[in-house]
C-alpha cells in the first residue's frame, strides 16, 4: 500500500455562478487538500481510498464561502473469468445546477447544498468458454439542506447476459431495474429491457451500447398516474483516431427526476478528444449537449443545454501538473425566465506527492 498527500489549487472566472438570467459574475479560489491510500499493486485486489476537504472562497459573495469533505473507496477483483468491483462514497456539494425551476418557494440565484451518500458493487462471473453473467446492486441517497427541493433514495439492479460472438466482441442482452422515492411529489420505477454489445469492435473503436425500450410507472400516496415509455439508450465509445489522440462519444436517453420532484425526459450526446502533443504536454477539447423534456410540468417545457470545454494540462513531474480551461455554458428554454450564458476561465496546479 501507498499513501499520498493530493492537492489542488486553482482560480476560476465565471460569468455567471448561479447559471441563471441574473449573470452574477464573480472569481473564486479553489483549494482541495487530500489523501488518498493506494492498496493492492500488482494483486487480484486493487484499490483506493481518498479523503478530501474543498474549500472555495469567493472575492465577491463571501456568503458562498465553504468547506465541503468527500470520502470515497473504489476496490475491483480479476482473476481473468470473475470480476468484482465494489464502490462508496459521501459527498458534500454545493453547486450550481442546470435544472432547476424558478418558483415562489425557490430562487434560481442560489447554489444547491446537499450530501450524496452512494455505495454499490458489480460482479460478473463465467457460465461457459463464451458465455458470462454479470448483476449489480446500487443505492443512493440524496438530502438536501434547503427547503423545496426534495429528498430522494434510489436502488438500481442491473443484470447483464453476455456471449462471445468474436475473441473481442461480446453480445448483450440486459435488464436494469431501478426504484427511486422522493419527498415531494411521484416515486417511480423503471424497467430498462435492452440489446447491444461490449468490447473492441475495430482495432480502433472500442467501447459498449446498449439500446430498448424503458418503462416508468408511478406511485403517490393520493395521486395516481399512467405508466410510461420511452426508447432507451446508453452507450460510450472511444476512437483512436492517432497514436496521440483519443476521441471520446456518449449517447444516453432515460427517465429522470430533478432536485425539485419534477419527472424528466434527459437526451444527452456528449463528444470529446485528448491529443498527447508530448509525454509532457496534453490538450482536450469537448462539447456536450442535453436536452430537457419537463413534460409534466405547469407549464411544460423543454430545455436545450449547451456546454463546450477546451482545456491543457503540463505535468512537471510524477507529483506536479498545470492545468488550464475554458468552459462556454448556454441554457434555452421554452421560459425565458430560464434562458442564460456562462463563460468559466480557470487555472490549477495539482500535486500528488
Known amino acids: 500500500a501507498e499513501l499520498f498527500l493530493t492537492g489542488t489549487v486553482g482560480v476560476r472566472s465565471d460569468s455567471n455562478i448561479f447559471m441563471s438570467p441574473s449573470d452574477t459574475e464573480d472569481t473564486i479560489l479553489d483549494f482541495t487538500p487530500g489523501v488518498q491510500l493506494v492498496f493492492g499493486n500488482n494483486s487480484a485486489v486493487q484499490g483506493t481510498l481518498s479523503i478530501v476537504e474543498s474549500i472555495t472562497k469567493y472575492s465577491k459573495h463571501d456568503d458562498l464561502d465553504d468547506e465541503l469533505a468527500s470520502v470515497a473507496l473504489n476496490t475491483r477483483y480479476d482473476d481473468g473469468k470473475s470480476k468484482w468491483s465494489f464502490n462508496a462514497s ?116 472500442t467501447g459498449h451500447f446498449a439500446v430498448g425500450v424503458t418503462q416508468r410507472s408511478f406511485s403517490h400516496k393520493t395521486l395516481r398516474r399512467g405508466d410510461e415509455e420511452m426508447l432507451g439508450l446508453d452507450s460510450s465509445l472511444t476512437y483512436a483516431a492517432s497514436p496521440k489522440t483519443s476521441v471520446l462519444l456518449g449517447v444516453s436517453n432515460d427517465f429522470d ?13 456528449r463528444a470529446s478528444s485528448t491529443t498527447m502533443i508530448s509525454a ?30 477546451l482545456g491543457a494540462t503540463y505535468r512537471l513531474n510524477e507529483n506536479v501538473s498545470f492545468s488550464g480551461a475554458y468552459s462556454y455554458r448556454s441554457n434555452n428554454s421554452d421560459l425565458p425566465s430560464s434562458d442564460f450564458t456562462a463563460n468559466v476561465l480557470s487555472v490549477a496546479a495539482n500535486l500528488r506527492f
Open 90 to 205: 459521501f459527498t458534500e456539494l454545493n453547486q450550481n445546477t442546470v435544472d432547476t425551476l424558478p418558483g415562489p418557494a425557490t430562487s434560481v440565484d442560489a447554489l444547491i447544498l446537499r450530501d450524496v451518500f452512494s455505495i454499490g458493487s458489480v460482479g460478473e462471473v463465467s457460465v461457459t468458454e463464451k458465455t458470462s453473467i454479470a448483476l449489480g446492486l446500487e443505492y443512493q441517497n440524496t438530502a438536501f439542506e434547503r427547503a423545496a427541493f426534495s429528498d430522494s433514495e434510489s436502488v438500481t439492479v442491473p443484470i447483464n447476459y453476455y456471449y462471445e460472438v468474436t475473441p473481442k466482441v461480446d453480445l448483450r442482452i440486459g435488464y436494469r431495474y431501478r426504484d427511486r422515492s422522493e419527498s415531494i411529489g411521484f416515486d417511480s420505477k423503471d424497467h430498462f429491457l435492452n440489446i447491444g454489445a461490449r468490447g473492441e469492435f475495430t482495432p480502433k473503436l
Open 257 to 269: 427526476t430533478n432536485s425539485q420532484g419534477h419527472q424528466q425526459r434527459n437526451f444527452a450526446v
Open 280 to 309: 509532457e504536454f496534453s490538450v482536450t477539447a469537448g462539447l456536450a449537449y442535453r436536452s430537457i423534456d419537463y413534460y409534466q410540468a405547469t407549464p411544460s417545457r423543454i430545455d436545450d443545454y449547451f456546454e463546450g470545454h
